[in-house]
């Protein structure tokens, strides 16, 4: 689960080290809102990892999260910096250790493109 900006450039690192694809990147701040609490987005979406990008809104809105519910199931690993030779990433990788849901939950999409797409 990603909190940042720059989504798109962010997923080329991870599939640089991920070439096989096992691993899903999911934009933790559309989740949030759906699920309402972090544990329980990281439930339902079988989140194993998560990637915050401390200086963007969504790396703002995952700290009051956890500041306001203390999670104890998710624990500081390191932290990361990612340099594309455009962007700097400046990444907290955080473990969620707590239980997940049997079926990942239903991802919403929610872009303007999906929207102009349709039309």
Known sequence: MFFGGDYQLFVPWVRLLDPSREVHVLKGDDLLRESRSLERALHDYRARYVCVDSHTPAGDLFRREVGHHHP??????EHYSFDNGHKLFEIDLYAYQGPVAEEMAHVPLRSSVHNAAAE
Do not use: A, K, N, Q
């Open 72 to 77: 104890e199931s998710l624990v500081f690993i």
